[in-house]
């Protein structure tokens, strides 16, 4: 068995292969054949030793140790949700998922300030009318006020003659 | 074999949690708490942060108790919750920070005791400096390298699971850790 050739992992993209052997995850079969392979390639030896040294050095990244009141707080933070309504229960794991999708966020951040301006808009109740202009087809509202005004002086002015016209013709009669 | 049972204990004791057995649930923080906040505190190197998203990760777990179904791993399921958490608090704090390099310095300040008594002075400034240098080298690495190299070191796991976590493929995965160690490898030389 141990008489198979083992590739050179460097040479075949399966790096992977030193990883494991410097994670001492190997098994036992590919280890001997990965270290039959080294005694003649000196590449995959270097890299070996490089990896294994760092691989150990990394053990000096110890973790802290944990506050004991962690479970405490976190049983204190679920009695808090217990006590929150049902549908804030339902919309959270929404919320959530859409926050950890990092490229929803920016539509997220559009569409609640869209939302927040239309609500404004509504309340206030001035939401901007559309404004075609020049062409005239829409016409300003002071214009017509105008034109009415117009049109009844003009008919005052019809009266006043037809007034006049009717007493010079009385005058005449007489 | 063994990950077939952990596998099987981890979803008995969730199908529980999710009937409203609530010991079930503290069974499973006890089996995974301290996983969670060290990979969580390596990743964001601080550890009050740490601790607050782990339990941001443990309290999603509970949220999602009713809907929970045993379809992937539940490691994979609640380490991909931290890695989100995690990442997302990095790119957060970059963002509000600027792209200012935190390699120089220590994140927040944190100046880490040496605890144990017993070793010299000496010792512990080496410690100390061993520790100082595996952290910056790992802080400087991109953050989904970060993450592959964290899991793969610290928590053992698969290259399969850590793709199931960083929902990527196997071969993607034994990628990123190749080129995380490649740096790690140029970067700590000269401590080999």
Known sequence: MLNIKMTCPLQTGNADVLLDYCARSLDAERKAMLEKHMESCAECREMAGAQSQIWSAMDAFEAETISADFDRKLYNRIEELERVPAWERFWAPVRDYLQGQPAWRPVLSIAAASAVLVVVFVVRGDVPQPVIEPSGAIIDVRDVEQAEHVLEDLEMLRQFDAGSSGANAQKEVL | ?192
Not at chain 2, 35 to 44: D, G
Not at chain 2, 51 to 77: D, G, I
Not at chain 2, 163 to 180: H, I, M
């Open chain 2, 1 to 192: 074999m063994m990950a077939v049972a952990t596998l099987e204990r981890d979803a008995e004791l969730m199908l529980r949690v999710r009937d409203g057995d609530t010991e079930s649930f503290a069974l499973l923080l006890g089996r995974h708490r301290s996983p969670v906040i060290h990979f969580v505190y390596r990743m964001v190197q601080n550890q009050p942060v740490a601790e607050e998203l782990a339990q941001e990760v443990f309290l999603r777990v509970y949220r999602s108790r009713a809907n929970y179904e045993p379809t992937a791993k539940f490691t994979t399921w609640l380490f991909r919750i931290a890695s989100h958490l995690a990442l997302n608090w990095i790119r957060d704090r970059r963002h509000e920070r600027g792209q200012e390099s935190l390699d120089e310095a220590t994140p927040d300040g944190m100046v880490r005791q040496v605890s144990d008594r017993e070793i010299s002075k000496e010792q512990a400034m080496v410690r100390e400096s061993k520790f100082e240098e595996i952290r910056r080298a790992i802080h400087s690495l991109p953050e989904k390298q970060k993450a592959a190299v964290l899991m793969h070191k610290y928590e053992e796991m698969e290259y399969s699971q850590i793709a199931g976590v960083l929902e990527c493929s196997e071969s993607a995965v034994k990628s990123l850790l190749f080129r995380a160690y490649e740096s790690l490898r140029a970067r700590l030389a000269h401590m080999a």
